[in-house]
């Protein structure tokens, strides 16, 4: 039997955007945000105690988790994804369109991968915060072992499935950058890092910590690590480009970068 909590995940999850996130990372999610606001704390303590879905809270406490989702996981995503048997470059394609930032990229991905890699062959790459993104692992030149890692949700199912079914060497795992522990315990011996479009969100969520992952990251000595950021918003619009923080972050960390643009994405590329 659904308990009243499961239920209340249950519908916060009925958004399309956040269909295909795990119940188990919502739960986690909703337990964080009621650490660090005391109003909806008690709004929580009294709907959870009276297990009233008509009482006002209960729009109120979906209506906050439901933010705070798609402000770290559910804005990129476009529609729902379909199942796919073969796996075909046209079905990846297709895939490929229903997320935004690789919808975005996706007329670009030879040009940003033939800049990243002209003249280092990746051996393995480590995406953190992948999204559909190791998808475009067919428009790499080489067969390089991929390493995706995203928050808990349907979407890892799909990339493991793809890895099996194109023979490519890789694995689909669930991680949240925001937990350092579990990234010291993910990235072994990496070779390529990507981090495409993940940094804002994790400033975000708590400012500084973008220093702290890009310190323990360098601590495994990869060869390279490509940082990206979005140069427009969600609703289009231009945004500052430049990110003079992370050109700072990095210095302190005693490492420099160079940088390339396409039309909607900003790519920093530090070379060790």
């Known amino acids: 039997m659904t308990t009243f909590k499961e239920q209340f995940i249950i519908d916060v ?3 399309q955007e956040l269909n295909g996130l795990d119940p188990f990372f919502a739960q986690k999610e909703l337990d964080a945000l009621l650490e660090t606001n005391d109003a909806l704390s008690r709004v929580a303590h009294d709907l959870f105690l009276k297990e009233n879905h008509r009482a006002a809270g209960y729009k109120l406490l979906v209506k906050a988790l439901r933010k705070r989702l798609r402000d770290k996981f559910g ?4 529609q729902t994804k379909k ?5 075909s470059d046209d079905d990846v394609f297709k895939l490929l369109q229903t997320h935004r930032s690789t919808n975005e990229r996706l007329s670009f991905y030879a040009q940003v991968y033939g800049e990243l890699f002209a003249k280092i062959v990746p051996t393995s ?3 953190l915060g992948c999204g559909l993104n190791p998808l475009s692992s067919i428009f790499l030149p080489t067969n390089v072992t991929y390493y995706a890692f995203d928050l808990p949700n349907k979407d890892l199912h799909l990339l493991q499935t793809f890895f099996q079914t194109r ?7 669930p991680l949240d950058l925001m937990d350092l522990e579990a990234v010291d ?3 072994q011996r990496p070779d390529t890092i990507f981090l495409f479009k993940v940094l804002d969100d994790l400033e975000r969520g708590k400012r500084g910590h973008s220093k702290k992952l890009l310190e323990l990251l360098l601590s495994k000595h990869p060869r390279m690590i490509v940082i990206s950021f979005p140069t427009q918003t969600i609703g289009g619009k231009q945004q500052q480009s430049h990110r003079g923080w992370l050109v ?9 970068a160079d940088s390339f643009v ?9 070379k060790l």
């Open 248 to 256: 700072r972050v990095l210095t302190e960390l005693g490492v420099r």
């Open 167 to 173: 023979q490519q060497t890789g694995s689909a795992a």
């Open 13 to 15: 999850l009925k958004k």
């Open 262 to 270: 396409i039309p909607t994405e900003l790519f920093f590329v530090v």
């Open 125 to 127: 790459i480590h995406d």
């Open 185 to 187: 315990n993910a990235v």
């Open 83 to 87: 199942k796919t048997g073969t796996f």
């Open 75 to 78: 804005v990129y995503h476009l």
